[in-house]
């Protein structure tokens, strides 16, 4: 089994046991060599509800003063938790994507609770 063949097998494995609605979205995270990527899914509608990135225009003046890639996926997290909560969402549920809950990822989630978003 090749190591593409492994993560996929694990994501599939994390995404049968997740399922994001309405009142409760599927956060997904991606992860790339320098950027990190969020969206809010409703799974019910196959929508994407809410979505932010360390590309988003509007953030662009806040990466500049964070140092570092896990500080820049603070600054993503707080700002899609402003976002949800303008979208009257509270709650999620928390798709890693065969991630590590490290680094990160970890850093993406902590900025969510920070911003006032339950999972």
Do not use: C, W
């Not at 991606?30 to 969020?38: D, E, F, K, M, P």
């Not at 509007?58 to 707080?78: C, F, H, P, R, Y």
């Not at 902590?110 to 006032?116: A, H, K, N, Q």
């Amino acid at each position: 089994m090749s190591k593409k063949d492994s993560k996929l097998k694990i994501k599939a494995k994390i995404r049968a046991k997740i399922f994001g609605t309405v009142d409760r979205p599927r956060l997904t995270v991606t992860r790339s060599l320098n950027q990190i990527y969020a969206q809010l899914i409703d799974d019910n509608a196959s929508a994407t509800l809410v979505a932010a990135s360390s590309l988003t225009k509007e953030l662009q003046e806040d990466l500049k003063n964070a140092k570092g890639k896990t500080a820049k996926s603070k600054v993503v997290g707080i700002h899609l938790a402003k976002m949800a909560q303008a979208k009257d969402i509270s709650s999620i549920v928390f798709d890693r994507n065969g991630y590590k809950y490290h680094g990160r990822v970890k850093a993406l989630a902590d900025g969510l609770r920070e911003g006032g978003l339950q999972f």
